[in-house]
């Protein structure tokens, strides 16, 4: 199973649409991002982890799970960096490849040496609009299906059994 760990205000910043947002509420930029995370996880099926700095907010870690998605606001005092070198720790093994996404050159170079892979920020919103556009031809593809009978009937003998179906005389 693959493990995308995303470093949550690193790609906030760097996403065009979530950079304006949290400009306005920073809240608001965390749910979007979460819920497009969210998505993504359920189109690919990796296991999703986002990750958010506490480092100068007083208090104790807190862990959530949205859709799937496990949500991490770090302790006080400890870095999302911090935290998401210790989950690559924890979630990788031979049977696991671990993603993170990050644009933060020094954090890339530390889970290199510890066996994970990056997805700049840039790259993930690639993916994630395309992940977007796929479901959204989907749905498309979906909704322009007529269900045909087996048997071939005129239009007439169609609407007529239509109206029967839905109980109209």
Same mark, same amino acid.
């Given at each position: 199973?693959?493990?995308?760990?995303?470093?949550?205000?690193?790609?906030?910043?760097?996403?065009?649409?979530?950079?304006?947002?949290?400009?306005?509420?920073?809240?608001? /930029?965390?749910?979007?991002?979460?819920?497009?995370?969210?998505?993504?996880?359920?189109?690919?099926?990796?296991?999703?982890?986002?990750?958010?700095?506490?480092?100068? $907010?007083? %208090?104790?870690?807190?862990?959530?799970?949205?859709?799937? &998605?496990?949500?991490?606001? +770090?302790?006080?005092?400890?870095? /999302?960096?911090?935290?998401?070198?210790?989950? $690559?720790?924890?979630?990788?093994?031979? @049977? +696991?490849? &671990?993603?993170?996404? +990050?644009?933060?050159? +020094?954090? =890339?170079?530390?889970?290199?040496?510890?066996?994970?892979?990056?997805?700049? /920020?840039?790259?993930?919103?690639?993916?994630?609009?395309?992940?977007?556009?796929?479901?959204?031809?989907?749905? =498309?593809?979906?909704?322009?299906? @007529?269900?045909?009978?087996?048997?071939?009937?005129?239009?007439?003998?169609?609407? &007529?059994?239509?109206?029967?179906?839905? %109980?109209?005389?």
């Amino acid at each position: 199973m693959d493990v995308l760990i995303v470093d949550g205000y690193n790609v906030i910043g760097a996403w065009p649409e979530l950079q304006a947002l949290r400009d306005k509420d920073l809240a608001q /930029a965390r749910d979007l991002l979460i819920e497009k995370m969210a998505d993504y996880q359920a189109y690919m099926g990796n296991r999703v982890i986002v990750v958010f700095d506490a480092y100068e $907010v007083p %208090g104790i870690e807190k862990m959530t799970q949205y859709r799937r &998605v496990q949500v991490i606001f +770090t302790r006080e005092n400890e870095t /999302a960096d911090e935290r998401i070198e210790k989950l $690559v720790g924890e979630v990788k093994n031979i @049977k +696991t490849q &671990v993603y993170v996404a +990050t644009s933060d050159y +020094t954090e =890339q170079r530390t889970i290199f040496a510890q066996g994970a892979l990056r997805i700049s /920020a840039r790259e993930l919103l690639i993916e994630v609009d395309n992940i977007e556009r796929e479901i959204e031809q989907d749905v =498309q593809v979906q909704h322009s299906k @007529k269900v045909r009978s087996k048997i071939p009937l005129n239009e007439d003998v169609l609407e &007529v059994f239509e109206k029967w179906r839905r %109980g109209k005389r």
